[in-house]
């Protein structure tokens, strides 16, 4: 069955760190970019960060750039995204979403063909 399985949110004290991981199950990993997203409650989507199918391109929203390291495994279908010094403001629903396509994008939502469920990553003391 084709699906995403994101895991390894949870609660974090502010200042901490977190590693999000994205298992795919059922398609061709490799031949797909990975990208992540995040929604916090009264807000709207927001792209965070993608990697392409090869990891060759990253790309990072300003809001977690310099805080932030993505990577994949292609041969155990994973995607790694690390934030570290989180606050507040990363409070949200945290979804990975797959993309076939020559480079990924965090603003082209439609262009994401397959989606995780999500996971919530709370930060707080």
């Known amino acids: 069955q084709l699906q995403l399985v994101e895991s390894g949110g949870g609660l974090v004290q502010p200042g901490g760190s977190l590693r999000l991981s994205c298992t795919g199950y059922?398609?061709?990993?490799?031949?797909?970019?990975i990208g992540w997203f995040r929604q916090a409650p009264g807000k709207e989507r927001e792209g965070v960060s993608c990697i392409t199918s090869t990891g060759a391109n990253v790309n990072f929203a300003a809001s977690v750039k310099g805080r932030s390291t993505i990577s994949r495994d292609n041969y155990r279908k994973t995607v790694s995204l690390q934030i570290h010094r989180l606050n507040p403001e990363d409070t949200a629903v945290y979804y990975c979403?797959?993309?076939?396509?020559?480079?990924?994008?965090?603003?082209?939502?439609?262009?994401?063909?397959?989606w995780g469920q999500g996971t919530q990553v709370t930060v707080s003391s």
């Open positions: 979403a797959a993309d076939y396509g020559s480079s990924c994008s965090l603003e082209e939502f439609d262009g994401y063909t397959y």
């Open positions: 059922g398609f061709t990993f490799d031949k797909y970019n």
